[in-house]
């Protein structure tokens, strides 16, 4: 009896296993995915407690100790030309980056999300204005433009680069959800919902967007790693966040003149752009796969 | 198809007008230019040797104002350099080369970036069409694996630090080691070689075409891993579908052998979007690589936008966006052209 009880046990278990447990799992098989992450957990936690981590201020200048190599006296990777600590700025300009990653993707997902959905559930000629205004903006020449505007309003505020990025990097995801709106609601619970009296933004919000969500979610992981990239060559370039606040992409920017002598300096940066830009690629292929691995993006 | 491409036309001129009048005036309101500092000084100090007539008779050279000294309006400044422009007409440098005539700086600047990003393209499809349908044919193969895990490195590689990396390894730590190293930088040398490097060794002389080469090698091999990681990873989804589709399992159907199918069924249709590829690469071989060009002091197109950018020097920012912007929307044209003459599938309406 008991073996049988057990049995029945599994077997209602199993069944109530709820759609998120199974994406956890088939997430968490993907190993990539795990690793990215992991460091995206540690870079995160990181940049946060920063000031657990060392005890160093990033913007404190000390020129007697200038340009030194990694692992000499405590700084552990090394201090930069105006003898600041490379660890303590480099975790500081994490915040930054970080932020300016999370925050322009939230907000541009969020306007392509909503774009997306009016012009696919409203046609006719809101799409064609709507989808007229994406095809422009998305021939534009991004770097360039993006230069010239951030070159334009300069300042090197952080929330100016935010609207920069954001400005251009919300339409790729409307086309995403305007295709998902599109063939959702010709469905028939669509159908049933609106038969049944359902207001718009209710079936946009209770049924289409729910329904859009794995895409979008994709989507969103892997821009990250894109905006991080793209506001570190801005920065690079001289036209993103100003000193003295650093950035990845900053701390890149004046490194050539002694690169021969100071490589680190060059190093660190960015490898940490390209390990958060790896990780959330990593991330957005382990959630394609458990979310729905059909998905083209 | 006629009546398509007139309605495209006629859409992009009216597309191109209304972005180049908008960056015109964005930048023509900015606080800046070349002498607004000349401005602040000429405020402040009443001795100061700038006087406001200074000021007012350069604006007039560079033709903010006209002959009697009165600020031209906006508008009608944008009119003058639209109708100009389109003669190729771009006014004269502010700053990068003051005086001299933009479109003479823009082509002197064009033969090094034609050259980067040509043999970077070619170099790229050579590699990047081959990889990406043998890891289509051979899904999850190891190669497949492989190819997938460079893509991701690829798209994840800032390119200005994969740059920076290389001249640290090509250049300084060569150098250390005793190897023959690789130029930093720049189009070709400036003076005769030094003992120990690749150059030396090669017995180039400064300027010759072997300089030149080598000095290529480095800013195509960054520029060449980018575009690969790309293009791979989309020809292979394109091989992948047509793989899928109904005509390659009715050939398979048919008892054709696996070899007559991918290579005369599948890979025509594969090949496709090779189309989009190189028509999309058009604006980028004139526009240059921004990031490579600076990184590596290539003297090229991409490197005089920053340069122009960072000097406010907006005449040339003017036409570099303009000139990127007509070669986008003839790519976008040619490739709606090209298709349906390599696709009859596709018809236009």
Known sequence: MAVAELDAEQLLSLEEESQWRVVLRQFLRHRLAVFGLIVITIFVLSAIFAPLITPYDPTRIEMAKRNLPPLTEGHWLGTDELGRDMLARLLY????????????????????????AVSGYYGGIVDSILMRIVDFMLTLPTLPILLVVSAIFGGGNVWLIIVVLVVFGWMGTSRLVRGMVLSLKEQEFIEAERAMGASTPRIIFMHL??????????????????????????????????????TWGQMLQNV?????????????????????????????????????????I | ???????????????????????????????????????????????????????????????LRDENGNPIPLHVRYINWLSKAIRGDWGKSWAVAQGQDVSFLLKSRLTNTILLMTSATIISLIVAIPAGIYSAVHQYSKFDY?????????????????????IILFAFKFQEWGLPYFPTGDVISLRAPRPGSLLYLLGAEPGSLTDRLVHLILPSLVLSLLYMAGWSRYMRSSMLEV???????????KGLSERVVILKHALRNALIPIVTIIVFQIPGIFGGAVLTETVFNWK??????????????WPVVMAYLFISAILVVFANLLADILYTFVDPRIRYS
């Open chain 2, 146 to 166: 492989i190819l997938t895990t460079f893509t991701f490195f690829g798209i994840a590689m800032p390119v200005f630090w994969f740059g920076l990396m290389l």
């Open chain 2, 300 to 313: 090229g197109i991409g490197r005089l936008y920053v340069d122009a950018l960072s000097r406010s020097d």
């Open chain 1, 256 to 296: 050539q003149a002694d690169m021969w002598t100071a490589p680190w300096k060059a190093f660190f940066p960015g490898f940490f752009i390209f390990m958060t830009s790896l990780s959330f690629n990593f991330i957005g292929d382990g959630l394609r796969d458990a979310l729905d691995p059909r998905l083209k």
């Open chain 1, 209 to 246: 967007l729910p329904n859009s969500f794995a895409p979008i979610i994709v989507a969103a992981s892997l821009e990250v790693g894109g905006v991080i990239i793209t506001e570190a060559a801005l920065s690079f370039l001289g036209f993103g966040i100003a000193p003295p606040t650093p």
């Open chain 2, 243 to 253: 793989l899928r589709s109904d005509y390659v399992r009715t050939a398979r159907a």
């Open chain 1, 93 to 116: 300009a994490g915040r930054i980056s970080l932020f300016v990653g999370f925050t322009v993707t939230i907000l541009s997902i969020t306007i392509g999300t909503i774009v997306g």
């Open chain 2, 1 to 63: 198809m006629t009546t398509y491409l007139i309605r495209r036309i006629i859409q992009s001129t009216l597309v191109l007008i209304i972005s180049s009048a908008a960056i015109y005036a964005l930048l023509n309101a900015v606080p800046g230019g070349p002498f607004s500092g000349l401005r602040i000084a000429g405020a402040g100090d009443k001795k100061s040797q700038v006087t406001q007539q200074d000021i007012e008779r350069m604006e007039q050279m560079l033709g």
